[in-house]
Nanobody, 120 residues
Framework: QLQASGGGLVQAGDSLTLSCAASGFGKYAMGWFRQAPGRERDFVAA????????FYADSVEDRFTISRDNAKNTVYLQMNSLQPEDAAVYYC?????????????????WGQGTLVTVSS
């Protein structure tokens, strides 16, 4: 079970950190995806199971940072310089394997989502 939290209303340029707590971390990669109204769910970031490799969508590269603390069964998404186009429901997900991937079909467990709203 995945529980995402940390969403909220911020202004453009602000920062926000999302957390995703898992009932138990296996040796699986973790990812963050987001879905804005009327749009498909898009990849945001992913981290491999030991936290040594990360991938980002081009739109968030250099602004967002994904990390994980396996001792706390938690994955984080630090989001800086937020823009209105970053507004969406953010979902964390557990991958089927060890390695990080951008394809949502490679993830089989999903959290309930946390809403991020960015005002201009």
């Amino acid at each position: 079970q995945l529980q995402a939290s940390g969403g909220g209303l911020v202004q453009a340029g602000d920062s926000l950190t999302l957390s995703c707590a898992a009932s138990g971390f296996g040796k699986y990669a973790m990812g963050w995806f987001r879905q804005a109204p009327g749009r498909e769910r898009d990849f945001v970031a992913a981290v491999n199971w030991i936290g040594t490799r990360t991938f980002y969508a081009d739109s968030v590269e250099d602004r967002f940072t994904i990390s994980r603390d396996n001792a706390k069964n938690t994955v984080y998404l630090q989001m800086n310089s937020l823009q209105p186009e970053d507004a969406a429901v953010y979902y964390c997900a557990e991958a089927k394997g060890l390695d990080a991937t951008r394809d949502h079909q490679d993830y089989d467990y999903w959290g309930q989502g946390t809403l991020v709203t960015v005002s201009s």
